[in-house]
């Protein structure tokens, strides 16, 4: 899973709260974060949705050598748009949060010849598990974190409550074969 929110126009995203991972001088972590008024107005138009009227997250952190597990939920109160009638409405969300961070890989240049192309590295990758996010500068972005789940659990086809798309009798009843359109349209009309 890799993030992909968007960078605000001040080079930030609309949501971040960097966390030190060497700061806590003990693990496991928790910790809850709110998005404020700004945020969640910048989150809003990032998602282009009406509204992000509450957001947080809670997150577990637990520390296992160089990577670190994140496990929790985000919460939130967002006005969606009906895509039945268009009416705006308000639907609460709550996304399982599980992700892992781990240190970016450094380039080791000693014990190398200039020019000299790197060793081969046997590299072995798990198909059952993602690869860890990236720490970087000593961080994970809780903020961001929270937007993608927020992100991945927008239903992209929003309903209204107690709203139903119903066809009509007639289209129901007769349905028109593409060889009957094509006939119509090839045949002359009166006048013609």
């Known amino acids: 899973m890799t993030s992909k929110t968007t960078i605000g126009p001040e080079g930030q995203p609309p949501f971040s709260r960097p966390f030190e991972v060497d700061a806590p001088p003990d693990y496991p972590v928790d910790l809850e974060i709110v998005a404020d008024e700004s945020e969640r107005a910048a989150l809003a138009r990032d998602l282009d949705i009406p509204a992000v009227i509450a957001l947080k997250g809670r997150f577990h952190i637990v520390k296992s050598g160089g990577r670190y597990d994140v496990s929790g939920f985000v919460e939130a109160r967002v006005t969606r748009i009906c ?26 240049a000693s014990g190398r010849r200039k020019g000299a192309a790197p060793a081969p590295r046997e590299i072995v990758v798990d ?58 349209l090839n045949t002359p009309r009166s006048g013609e």
Do not use: Q, W
């Not at 268009?86 to 080791?108: I, K």
């Open 127 to 184: 198909p059952e598990e993602d690869a860890p996010e990236p720490i970087i500068d000593g961080r994970m972005d809780l903020g961001c974190l929270a937007a993608e789940f927020l992100a991945l659990g927008l239903d992209p086809h929003p309903r209204k409550p107690g709203v139903a798309f119903e066809l009509s009798s007639e289209a129901v009843s007769k349905p028109d074969s593409p060889f009957a359109i094509l006939t119509r």
């Open 83 to 108: 895509v039945v009638s268009l009416e705006p409405f308000d639907a609460n969300l709550r996304e399982e949060v599980e992700a892992s961070y781990a240190a970016a890989p450094e380039t080791r």
